[in-house]
């Protein structure tokens, strides 16, 4: 199988394998206990902190510990508005379906109000438009992300991060997709609270965590033994903590060799595309912009563009037409209805990773050519 949807998670890393492979067998003390087993486990997991904070340049008492990153954006999210008091969202159409969820089930608690940056075209966010909304009340939690999951469009959040500030408004970023890509460093100009998914950058499924700022309170979600300094009790995920410090230490070690290899096989990609394929459409003009390893085009119907995703599959190539959290669900997507594209043909997304070849993407342009081109 030839693998291209890395956006909806990418494969287990070998070093992060074998080094979970370990822990496994010899760290199972339960971090609470006071026995030296648990204060081993215990280590492991502060250890594992201080490596992730000091990547990203916070205080290890600004990460917290969850499931996963949807964990962590519910937390954030009803956590701030229920102890906060503040009653307006500022977001965008184009948000994760984690997080629009996450909005639309405080919205049904709480008498929210919600408003939604403008965006063009190429997902642009308007930052004027960001200050009018703020200049009108102050008192808001401005939610928008980093980086689109099925468009790659990169929004310039030390910006927004920056208008934020000055109106002491929270900046809460889901930063899902840039983890690990990028030098992400929270400490000046960044979001003050934001999260992550281990298995984006060659982690373990099952774990992420939510960074915090210490300038920012929140109320729990999940209550009982106090663990995670009282923000999120239960008995902590030892072997994939360990596993995502591991991936993040990794995936800056050899974040530039990777970034150079992925960001030439999308420009190899889309030049080839482009060449044989001139009537496909390139959502959010990311053939030459915004994630380096995506790639999302609309495929228009003077191909054969019929259950793409099936014959692709057939071929032995995994992609995806959107997210991975609403695969099997046949509905137009809304990031591409919020920027105006045609939803009435399908979209692919190609996402690379570090262990794709420049021979399987000519294999897939070959098969594209048989499946698209009409007899």
């Known amino acids: 199988m030839i693998y291209f949807d890395n956006a909806a998670t990418t494969p287990l890393d070998t070093e992060v394998y074998e080094y979970m492979c370990t822990i496994m067998k010899e760290q199972y003390g339960n971090p609470s206990s006071v026995h030296a087993l648990g204060r081993s486990s215990k280590v492991l997991i502060e250890d594992s902190r201080s490596l992730i904070a000091g990547l990203l340049k916070v205080q290890p008492s600004e990460i917290y510990f969850t499931s996963t990153a949807t964990e962590a954006i519910t937390t954030a999210i009803f956590g701030l508005i229920r102890k906060s008091g503040i009653r307006r969202i500022i977001t965008s159409a184009i948000e994760h379906h984690a997080v629009q969820h996450a909005i639309d089930f405080v919205h049904k608690i709480y008498p929210l109000q919600l408003s939604f940056v403008r965006l063009d075209k190429n997902a642009n966010p308007d930052l004027e438009h960001l200050e009018d909304l703020l200049t009108e009340n102050p008192s808001s939690l401005v939610i928008l992300m980093h ?42 100009n960044g979001p003050d609270i934001t999260c992550c998914s281990a298995h984006k950058l060659h982690g373990p499924k099952g774990v992420g965590f939510l960074y915090l700022s210490k300038n920012v309170s929140i109320s729990p979600l999940i209550t009982g033994g106090g663990q995670e300094r009282n923000m999120r009790s239960g008995t902590e995920n030892i072997y994939g903590i360990a596993g995502m410090a591991k991936a993040f230490e990794i995936a800056y070690r050899d974040m530039k060799k990777n970034r150079e290899h992925i960001t030439k096989l999308k420009n190899y990609f889309a030049d080839k595309l482009k060449s044989n394929f001139p009537e496909l459409i390139f959502n959010a003009q990311n053939d030459t912009k915004g994630l380096y390893n995506l790639i999302n085009f609309s495929v228009p119907d003077v191909y054969k563009n019929k259950m793409l995703l099936e014959k692709l ?25 919020a920027l105006n594209a045609d939803t009435n043909i399908p979209a692919l997304r190609f996402s690379f990773s570090k262990y794709n070849t420049f021979e399987e993407l000519d294999f897939s342009i070959e098969a594209l050519k048989k499946l698209l081109f009409k007899n």
């Open 147 to 188: 980086a689109n999951n099925e468009t790659g469009s990169v929004f310039p959040i030390n910006s927004i991060s920056k208008i934020c500030k000055h109106y002491h408004a929270p900046f809460f970023s889901d930063m899902v997709q840039s983890m690990g890509k990028y030098e992400n460093d929270l400490s000046d």
């Open 313 to 337: 599959d057939m071929q032995q190539i995994a992609v995806s037409g959107g997210s991975a959290c609403n695969s099997g669900v046949v509905k137009a997507s809304h990031v591409l209805e």
